[in-house]
């Protein structure tokens, strides 16, 4: 508490205060410390790509997002959202997997998780590939019980195996419903599209409950009304956030792994995570950053933007 009795919180150092370009590359550049002790909220990166199917690179997605983070300033001025006047918050910095050992790694992340959950704080993290969510979602999970998903991505994300693999970025999903760790007809699967092994590949999840909303069916239009009505179906359950980059256009976002033209706008990405504001958010990542694609830094810097939105609408930034 500061002078006067009023809570002090951490805030990201200003542009006026050092430059941009300069400083510790945390989230943000907000303090950086050790545990989630006493946060409301934390940034946590999971630097790994060791799941990946195609291109890799993704274990710097967080250091890049951190980088590109710097422009970020504390006022959300479209939606007057000020997450650092009513939480606190820092970069906790990196889970410490094994790269050399996958099935390791998903075990040392739910390690990770439940250590950070037991300080009752919302975890927003920077991935990594998509792999991650499934350790993420069992340590959720043991907090809150099944949880209601929002995941936008491209794919599917259930596939039953890779290259006969049970942990990959393209199975976390299915073993989320296999562990029983999300409420299947309170998931919702957005941006899906491409190419496909069969043509019932998103029919898997439809068959567990899902709603699946391909990107066809969000081409040309606002998706503020279909997160009106997803809020109205989730209602008070806690829900799980899970972006993966590639959803959008690669027009927008090339710096990823697997590629997959016709996606969603950076303005569809904004409506989607302001939308789910009102809902019991207990934790967001964001996740497929590859810098190594990533020539302009927008994949970066556009998925630091969408960390910073995911902020915005946890719910003590509204109490
Ligand atoms: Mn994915
Ligand atoms: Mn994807």
């Known amino acids: 508490m500061a002078q006067g009795g009023k809570p002090h919180f951490n805030q990201p150092l200003g542009g006026n205060d050092m430059p941009r370009f300069g400083g510790a590359t945390t989230m943000m550049r907000l303090p950086a410390q050790a545990t989630a002790d006493g946060l409301d909220a934390c940034f946590v990166g ?22 590109e ?6 006022y959300n001025m479209a939606t007057g959202a000020g997450p650092f006047a009513k ?16 099935k390791k790694t ?6 990770a998780y439940n250590a950070i ?20 979602l069992r340590a959720i999970a043991a ?3 099944p949880v209601a998903l929002i995941h936008i991505d491209a794919h599917a994300d259930t596939n039953e195996h890779m290259f006969g693999e049970a942990i990959a970025h393209g199975t976390p999903f299915r073993r989320a419903v296999e562990d029983g760790l999300l409420i299947n007809d309170k998931v919702f699967q957005i941006g899906l599209r491409g190419t496909g092994y069969t043509p019932d590949d998103f029919d898997w999840g439809r068959q567990q409950g899902f709603t699946v909303v391909p990107a066809e069916e969000c081409w040309h239009k606002s998706l503020t009304p279909l997160m009106n009505d997803i809020r109205a179906q989730i209602g008070s359950a806690p829900v799980y956030l899970t972006y993966d980059i590639d959803s959008l256009d690669p027009a927008f976002a090339p710096g990823t792994g697997t590629v997959e033209m016709g996606g969603l706008t950076t303005i569809q990405a904004l409506e989607i995570v ?6 019991n958010v207990v934790g967001c990542d964001l996740v497929e950053v ?6 302009s830094g927008a994949t970066a810097l556009i998925g630091s933007n969408l960390l910073y939105e995911m902020l915005c609408i946890l719910p003590k930034t509204w109490a």
């Open 46 to 67: 999971i630097p790994m790509d060791i799941g990946t199917s195609n291109r890799t690179g993704t274990r710097h997605g967080p250091r890049a997002i951190r980088a």
């Open 69 to 74: 983070s710097c422009m970020l300033r504390p």
């Open 87 to 102: 939480m606190q918050v820092a970069d906790i910095g990196d889970v410490p997997i094994n790269t050399f050992d996958l």
């Open 106 to 111: 998903v075990d040392i992340i739910t390690d």
């Open 117 to 136: 959950l037991s300080h009752d704080c919302v975890p927003l993290t920077l991935g990594g590939d998509h792999t991650l969510t499934y350790p993420v």
């Open 143 to 145: 907090k809150h019980g």
């Open 274 to 279: 302001r939308g789910c504001k009102g809902l």
């Open 290 to 295: 590859s810098p190594q694609y990533d020539t």
